[in-house]
């Protein structure tokens, strides 16, 4: 199994940053990539950046320039340092891990997510 842990969130005025981090444990191998997403009230949990075990990272377009991810491999640690906070970050950021194991049938995805951390952004 995989326990994933974040930590970090809080409230912080627009214009300020804040940096989640989520710590990995358990079987933590065959790892495809590691991500943050979010979820506001109403609205569907969304991807806002992932890196891959070879190191390439995405973002989505509304934290493009304002947020960056990065991990520690010694740590088995992901982070989400946000920068420029705006009220519409306002979510609860979950941290996911996805792997693919190969086997002899094929290869088998799976999804492991964190509780969850709120993060307020007040103007």
């Known amino acids: 199994q995989v326990q994933l842990v974040e930590s970090g969130g809080g409230l912080v005025q627009a214009g300020g940053s804040l940096r989640l981090s989520c710590a990995a444990s358990?079987?933590?191998?065959?790892?495809?990539?590691m991500g943050w997403y979010r979820q506001a009230p109403g609205k569907q949990r969304e991807l806002v950046a992932g890196?891959?075990?070879?190191?390439?990272?995405n973002y989505a377009d509304s934290v493009k320039g304002r947020f960056t991810i990065s991990r520690d491999n010694a740590k088995n640690t992901v982070y989400l340092q946000m920068n420029s906070l705006k009220s519409e970050d306002t979510a609860v950021y979950y941290c996911?891990?996805?792997?693919?194991?190969?086997?002899?049938?094929?290869?088998?995805?799976?999804?492991?997510w964190g509780q969850g951390t709120q993060v307020t952004v007040s103007s």
């Open positions: 358990g079987s933590i191998f065959s790892i495809n990539s």
């Open positions: 996911n891990m996805k792997k693919r194991i190969y086997r002899a049938r094929g290869p088998e995805d799976y999804d492991y």
């Open positions: 890196v891959t075990s070879g190191g390439n990272t």
